[in-house]
């Protein structure tokens, strides 16, 4: 194993994972479903990001109402939203996987 795996590793270790995804129809500008969440290694308290939760639907559906319907900016958008309020909550980088399905 290579030392560029073991340092990707060892912050995985240190900061956590998180991963977010959303179905949304774009044609419609909707979410189809709740975003989804799961998380390894940041918190052992399950309600942890229960507070980012409707700040990422609101702000995904901002992005939505202002014809912003590509996969790879709603991404975006929630990885912004997360990494500010981790940040500023927790004061720490986990990696942050946004995927965004779309119907």
């Known amino acids: 194993m ?7 590793r060892r912050f995985l270790a240190d900061e956590g994972f998180v991963a977010f995804t959303v179905v949304v129809e774009p044609s419609a500008r ?10 390894r290694g940041f918190s052992d308290d ?5 507070a980012v939760l409707g700040l ?5 559906k901002q ?17 912004r939203t997360v990494g500010k309020w ?6 720490r980088r986990p990696m942050i996987i946004p ?3 779309e119907v």
């Open 63 to 79: 992005a939505l109402a202002d014809d912003d319907v590509d996969p790879h900016r709603l991404s975006q958008v929630i990885r």
């Open 56 to 60: 990422v639907e609101a702000n995904l």
């Open 2 to 8: 290579g030392e560029e795996s073991l340092q990707a």
């Open 86 to 91: 981790v940040s500023d909550t927790y004061r």
């Open 30 to 39: 909707t979410i189809v479903r709740p975003v989804h969440l799961s998380t």
């Open 46 to 50: 399950p309600a942890a990001f229960d």
């Open 99 to 101: 995927t965004v399905l």
